[in-house]
């Protein structure tokens, strides 16, 4: 499981959890991660000749945006079920609750 995710996850089970920095640093690796992953799969998909390696690296770069998403949205102060729903789009992409 994504470890922003999961922090994520945690500060919505109990708000005091969890602090503003924490949520904040997480959202800014997150960022990170997502802006590392779209320029490797850029990459990669420029040589690409087989479906299933393109596949994988779009899943990819989808998975770590809504990880991103998510802890942004938790230290903007979004609405739980906005928060809720970008977890659970990950949670769907990546088949792990």
Do not use: C, P
């Amino acid at each position: 499981m994504n470890e922003h995710i999961e922090l994520v996850k945690k500060w919505l089970a109990d708000k005091d959890s969890v602090s503003l920095g924490e949520l904040k640093d997480s959202a800014n690796a997150a960022d990170e991660e997502y802006h590392r992953t779209i320029g490797h799969a850029a990459l990669v998909l420029r040589n690409a000749r087989e479906d299933e390696v393109i596949r994988q690296h779009v899943l990819q770069t989808t998975q770590d945006d809504y990880a991103a998403r998510a802890t942004r949205a938790a230290v903007e102060g979004s609405a739980d079920s906005e928060i809720s729903f970008l977890i659970n789009r990950y949670e769907e992409l990546t088949n792990e609750k």
